[in-house]
């Protein structure tokens, strides 16, 4: 029997990888002979960070991923020598940062015979960094393999995906998220609102359900409708009372960026740990609390256009219900703006004041 294999099926690096069996199947089955590239495919929170840790660790690892030696234990940590992840530092990946991962892949592995570059998020990517990486992607040296992760398939990046191995990443069922969280330790009212809310994001299910204000969070939004009397100054009232419900949301979210700082600070005082920048944690905390901010107010929304489909599902006919009609078509119109990152205030206050009271 191969040993490699006979480690892997045995290991539990891949345990993180919640709902992916399809891709966890794919990845395992490449670990005796990888390709030069694998696309992972899928939506934010789908865990496709965690298992290409694993897949790093064990195509580094001598026995395919034993989740115990150094080997494994570093990759899975974000912190060995031979894998190296970049994560973009604006917009989206700049030439510049395409320079810089052209370069990395030209260099030797420091510790082994190969290395493995994690390149996140690059669904955001400028055009011209995608021509700049397509012959580093397509023809690495022997021995690095890359994994581009992706929550989405975007025209720049089609060419640079058409070179590599897909390993497809799914929305992850409310009854897995839940059963994940249940696990955990969280009690079932908690999961079951958390995976509801979540939508298939098991990362976002699990801050959720650390967050003591989701259901009052949840029935604030809920409860718009009925609380609008036609008035602005009930409008500013409500979107004042919204968006600090939103911030006080994240603070599951900043206490967790304290810690990893705070880990980030120990291990850079060691003697002898490799020296690197403090920014990219910076600015990836900056990016979840931006996305974080964006799903919340994309919840809120859909749980306000949810009261006002309840109320048609009544039976509500004549202008009535064409208003309320109406006001769940301005409410997912506002939901597809926000990812163009609006003026919170002014579109929730604008939104508001076009929509009918309920009574």
Known sequence: MNTRRSAAR????????????????????????????????GPAGTGKRRTARAFAAALLCEHAGCGAC?????????EHPDVTEVEREGAAIS???????????SMSPVEGSRKVLILDEFHLLHAEAAARLLKTVEEPPAGTVFCVLADQLVPDLVTIASRCVRVPFHSVPDDVVIAALRSEGIDEATATESARVAAGDLDRARLLSSDPGLFTRRAAFATVPQRLNGTGNRVMQLCDELLRLIDDA??????????????????LAQPGERKSSRKPLEDRHKRELRRHRTDELRAGLGAI????????????EGRRGLEEADAVDRIMHAIEHLDRNPNEPLMLQSLLLTLPPLT
């Open 10 to 41: 045995e290991a539990d690096i891949w345990a993180p990888s919640v709902g992916q069996e399809e891709a966890v199947a794919l990845l395992r089955h490449a670990i005796d002979a990888p390709v030069h590239a694998y696309l992972f495919l």
């Open 305 to 316: 256009a949810s009261t006002y489909r309840d109320r048609l599902v009544q039976g509500v």
């Open 250 to 267: 994240a603070d599951p979210l900043r206490k967790r960026h304290e810690e990893e700082a705070a880990e980030l600070e120990a291990r």
């Open 70 to 78: 150094r080997n494994c234990t570093l990759a899975l940590h974000g």
């Open 95 to 105: 030439r510049a940062q395409a320079d810089q991962i052209i370069r990395t892949a």
